[in-house]
C-alpha cells in the first residue's frame, strides 16, 4: 500500500493514504513511500527517494503530473508565508491542524502519484539495501542532540575570525544532518540546516562534548593508500602504513626520509600527473595506479567494487575509483559499529569522513574491542584502524595498540 508520512512529530503521528488521512497506522500493511522515517526502521518500506540518487521532488516530477504538482506547492508555500505572517511556529503544532483536510489530502495525494510513478519507472538501485540501512544511521545520528559547550571557545576571543565563528555558532542548529547523495564519490556533506561537523575547525572542536563519559573516535590508518593496495590485490601491512612505506623507500636510499616526507611524496605522486614516476619500482608495483584505472575504469565510467558507477574521463578515473571505494568502505563499516550499538548506553555521534566519533558509556567498555574489530574487517580486508579517546572532540588521545 502506498502511503506518505504528515507530520515528522512523534505526537503527531498520521500518514495519507488511499485518499484518506489515517492516524495510529499499521505500519505492516504499508510498503512504498516517497523518504525514509525513523518510525519505519522496522517495516520493510520500499523508498522512492532512493531510487532516484536525492533528487527532489520538483526535479524528477513526470510531465503529465508537473501542472498538478506546481499548483499545490504554490499552495503550500503560500500556507507556510501566512504562518510567518501571523508569528505562528509551525514545529509546534502538527501540519493537519494548520490547514484544511482537503489540502492535506491533495498535497499527498499529488506526492503519492509522483511516488508511485518513481517507483515504476526507475530501475531500484544495486545497493539499495545499503542507502537504506545508512538512511538509517544517518536518521538516527540527526536525531541526537549535540552538547555544545561555547565557553570552550572564551581563550580565542582575542581573535576576531574566531569571535564570528562563535556568533555564528551560538546561532546554529545543535543538530548533524547530513546529506547522503551529496558527492558522486559517496562522501557525506552536511546540509544547510545541519552543524558544520565536517568543516569545524580543529582549535574549536572542544566544543563537542559527549553526554556519556568520553568520546570514542574510530578511523582507518591511511584509508585511501590501503584501498589501493587492495583495488591492486596486494596484501595489507599489519603496521602504520607509512612507516611501511618508508621501510621499503629508505632500504633504497642512502637519504633517509622521515614519516611526514614518505607521506606526501607517496600522495603526490599518487595523485599527480600521469605518467610521472616515483623512482621506487616496488611501491609503484605495490600502488599500481595504472592497474586500477585500467580495472575498474571502462573509458565511460568507473565501477568501484561496491558498485558504485560514476562518468568520468581518464583524468578523474584515478581520484574518483580511490575516493568512492574509500568512501563505501568506511561507510559499511560504520554502520556495522553502529549496529553494535544498538541497545546500547553509547552511540554515533558523528561520522568525519574517514572517522567515527562515538559518544561511549564507560557501562560498554566490554564491547570497545568488538568494535575495533569489526571496524577493521572490511570487505576489502582487515585495515589497522586507529582509536582515540577524549572528553571532549578537541582533546583526543590515541590508545595504543
Not at 581563550?155 to 558522486?184: C, Q, V
Not at 559517496?186 to 562534548?209: E, M, Q, V
Not at 572532540?393 to 595504543?400: A, E, I, Q, V
Request: include cysteine; charge should be neutral.
Amino acid at each position: 500500500m502506498l502511503f506518505q508520512i504528515i507530520d515528522n512529530k512523534q505526537e503527531c503521528a498520521s500518514i495519507y493514504s488511499n485518499n484518506s488521512i489515517i492516524s495510529n497506522p499499521d505500519y505492516n500493511l504499508l510498503s512504498m513511500t516517497w523518504d525514509y522515517n525513523s518510525v519505519l526502521e522496522e517495516y520493510d518500506i520500499e523508498y522512492a527517494s532512493l531510487y532516484v540518487g536525492g533528487k527532489n521532488i520538483n526535479e524528477i516530477c513526470p510531465d503529465h503530473l508537473r501542472d498538478e504538482w506546481e499548483m499545490i506547492k504554490k499552495k503550500h508555500f503560500a500556507f507556510i508565508k501566512s504562518f510567518e505572517t501571523a508569528k505562528v511556529k509551525s514545529k509546534d503544532y502538527c501540519f493537519y491542524d494548520l490547514v484544511p483536510e482537503s489540502f492535506v489530502i491533495d498535497f499527498f495525494g499529488i506526492k503519492s502519484k509522483i511516488t508511485e510513478w518513481v517507483l515504476g519507472n526507475y530501475t531500484k538501485p544495486s545497493n539499495y539495501e545499503y542507502l537504506v540501512e545508512l538512511s538509517k544511521m544517518l536518521n538516527q545520528i540527526k536525531s541526537n542532540k549535540l552538547n555544545i559547550d561555547l565557553k570552550e571557545m572564551d581563550n580565542y576571543l582575542h581573535n576576531f575570525k574566531a569571535r564570528n565563528i562563535r556568533k555564528k555558532l551560538s546561532r546554529t542548529s545543535p543538530y548533524i544532518n547530513y546529506n547522503l547523495f551529496g558527492t558522486i564519490t559517496g562522501r557525506l556533506t552536511t546540509k544547510k540546516d545541519s552543524f558544520p561537523i565536517l568543516t569545524l575547525n580543529k582549535d574549536y572542536r572542544s566544543i563537542l562534548k559527549p553526554k556519556n563519559d568520553w568520546f570514542i573516535e574510530l578511523d582507518f590508518n591511511a584509508a585511501e593508500l590501503r584501498c589501493v593496495l587492495a583495488l591492486n590485490k596486494e596484501e595489507q601491512p599489519t603496521m602504520d602504513i607509512h612507516e611501511w612505506n618508508g621501510n621499503i623507500i629508505n632500504n633504497l636510499s642512502d637519504h633517509k626520509l622521515d614519516r611526514d616526507d614518505i607521506k606526501q611524496k607517496i600522495f603526490s605522486w599518487l595523485y599527480g600527473q600521469e605518467g610521472a614516476s616515483l623512482g621506487i619500482p616496488k611501491i609503484e608495483k605495490y600502488y599500481d595506479k595504472k592497474k586500477v584505472v585500467n580495472n575498474y575504469w571502462d573509458g565511460e565510467y568507473i565501477q568501484n567494487p561496491f558498485g558504485r558507477k560514476i562518468k568520468s574521463d581518464k583524468f578523474h578515473a584515478l581520484n574518483f575509483i580511490i575516493q568512492s571505494t574509500t568512501s563505501d568502505t568506511f561507510l559499511r563499516r560504520a554502520i556495522a559499529v553502529n549496529k553494535i550499538l544498538e541497545k546500547r548506553k553509547s552511540f554515533t555521534t558523528a561520522l568525519i569522513h574517514d572517522s567515527m566519533l562515538i559518544d561511549f558509556s564507560r557501562e560498554d567498555k566490554d564491547v570497545l574491542k568488538e568494535l575495533i574489530k569489526e571496524f577493521s574487517n572490511t570487505d576489502l580486508g582487515i585495515f589497522k584502524v586507529n582509536c582515540s579517546v577524549g572528553n571532549n572532540f578537541g582533546n583526543m588521545r590515541k590508545l595504543n595498540d
